[in-house]
């Protein structure tokens, strides 16, 4: 919704698209971009919009603003949601921490989301590695613990969501071993959550683990964690003690999965007996 609500904002506040970039410290052209939906603004850009309208980064994001019935119950409602202290939604302008925005935890409560980005505001992978698990827990929303992080880049993740990797421990998801890295995209909305879906779960009582996740939030309020190993059992997990969910785009392993043996060897008589079969019909 950014070009539209782009659109809808500058016009409320009568701006032209010079003034406005000037407020934004950005290139008059930028403007006209992002409002035809040719570009996307960088994460510094869009809080200095944020601030600008008065409103949150998610409901710059998310909520059709162009709708004016629906700006005036979002603004209504905003009005009763505690502003960001200052310090909290500075962007670092160099190799550094920032926040990503206030997103939606369960479709109700707003949270903030603490990033690293380099000196060209390009978004890092923060790894999370076993050693670090623990401390990730008091950490996560900590600007100044993310940026001690290791950090690295994949270009083949794209430039769209915010990605963090966590190393796991355990035999919970074989045929992915113990140590792997998961590279994961930060999910907002839990709601949008389909089954099955691998993630990384990181929750005040069970830590930071790696699951399918079954969305259980309508009806129960929880989600349902499902191992890929059948030794473990499902188990179910409030929404309150759950901290932050990152969806499974990548892995990144030093361990390569062992072949099935007794399946290559099923394939390899079911190929024999096609053969045979072939050849006696020729004959």
């Known amino acids: 919704m950014i070009n539209t609500n782009l659109k809808f904002w500058r016009r409320e506040l009568s701006l032209t698209q010079a003034q406005l970039a000037d407020k934004l410290s950005i290139k008059r052209s930028l403007i006209g971009a992002y409002e035809e939906g040719r570009a996307e603004p960088k994460l510094t850009t869009l809080v200095k919009m944020a601030r600008l309208f008065g409103i949150s980064l998610d409901a710059l994001v998310t909520t059709d603003f162009s709708k004016k019935r629906q700006a005036a119950a979002v603004l209504r409602q905003l009005q009763n949601v505690p502003a960001l202290d200052a310090a909290a939604t500075a962007v670092a302008g160099t190799d550094g921490a920032a926040v990503a925005g206030v997103d939606k935890?369960?479709?109700?409560?707003?949270?903030?989301?603490?990033?690293?980005?380099?000196?060209?505001?390009?978004?890092?992978?923060?790894?999370?590695?076993?050693?670090?698990?623990?401390?990730?827990?008091?950490?996560?929303?900590?600007?100044?613990?993310?940026?001690?992080?290791?950090?690295?880049?994949?270009?083949m993740l794209g430039q769209t969501g915010t990605f963090r990797a966590f190393e796991i421990s355990g035999d919970s998801m074989l045929p992915i071993a113990s140590g792997t890295?998961?590279?994961?995209?930060?999910?907002?909305?839990?709601?949008?959550?389909?089954?099955?879906?691998?993630?990384?779960?990181?929750?005040?009582?069970?830590g930071i683990v790696f699951k399918r996740v079954f969305n259980r939030l309508k009806?129960?309020?929880?989600?349902?964690?499902?191992?890929?190993?059948?030794?473990?059992?499902?188990?179910?997990?409030?929404?309150?003690?759950?901290?932050?969910?990152?969806?499974?785009?990548?892995?990144?392993?030093?361990?390569?999965?062992?072949?099935?043996?007794?399946?290559?060897?099923?394939?390899?008589i079911v190929l024999d007996l096609q053969k045979q079969v072939t050849t006696m019909k020729k004959a």
């Open 105 to 155: 935890a369960s479709g109700e409560n707003l949270r903030v989301l603490a990033i690293t980005v380099d000196k060209n505001q390009n978004e890092n992978i923060e790894l999370v590695p076993l050693k670090a698990a623990a401390g990730y827990l008091n950490g996560y929303a900590d600007q100044e613990y993310i940026e001690d992080l290791p950090k690295f880049r994949l270009p």
């Open 181 to 206: 890295v998961i590279v994961g995209r930060y999910v907002s909305d839990w709601n949008e959550v389909k089954d099955g879906t691998p993630c990384i779960v990181v929750s005040k009582k069970e």
């Open 219 to 268: 009806e129960a309020a929880s989600l349902t964690l499902h191992s890929d190993n059948p030794v473990y059992s499902p188990y179910e997990i409030d929404v309150e003690d759950v901290l932050e969910i990152w969806e499974a785009k990548s892995y990144i392993s030093s361990t390569f999965p062992i072949a099935d043996l007794s399946l290559n060897r099923l394939a390899s």
